[in-house]
């Protein structure tokens, strides 16, 4: 039986083969409630996957199946949505990575953009992780570390965001 009070989950938009999956650490509350990824009023991803190139036009959050067209997918290492990234422990990251692996391995994207560090990290037990291109597979994908678009990561300026997604996406070799 259901909690009813609980938010529910976040749908994988995943296919077989896809050029590139990008992967959050977890869905925020408004997007798990609403079932469209990076829902979040401030969060610049649908921005910043336009604006470097994945997408011909600006998409909307209630858009993301249309991903798949252009050889994308989306997903998330943990599937319980928190309202900040800060609310998992470490703990909850690494007991989902082997299966979070294995979903990778499943549908073998040729390369896997984490969003952020804190996941790839957890699940590595790598602590010095650089922004790019990774030296190390995971799930067989080759890996990309991008910085995480949330409106609470002021961090990185709209600017610096799509030129750290714009490097991936020529190195994907996708364009729509």
Known sequence: MTDMGAVPSLPDILEPGLSLVFCGINPGIRAASTG??????????????????????????????SLLQYGYGLTAVVPRPTARADQLP??????VGADFEKKIERYAPRYVAFLGKMALAAMSGTRNIEWGLQPKPFGGARVWVLPNPSGL????????????????????GSTP
Do not use: K, Q
């Open 36 to 65: 469209c990824h990076f829902a979040g009023r401030n969060n610049r991803f649908w921005s910043v996957v336009h604006l470097a190139g994945f997408t011909p036009e600006p998409l909307r959050p209630e858009d993301d199946y």
């Open 90 to 95: 470490r703990s909850e990251i690494e007991a």
């Open 153 to 172: 990561n002021r961090g990185f300026s709209l600017a610096s965001l799509v030129t750290a997604y714009r490097e991936a996406r020529l190195a994907v």
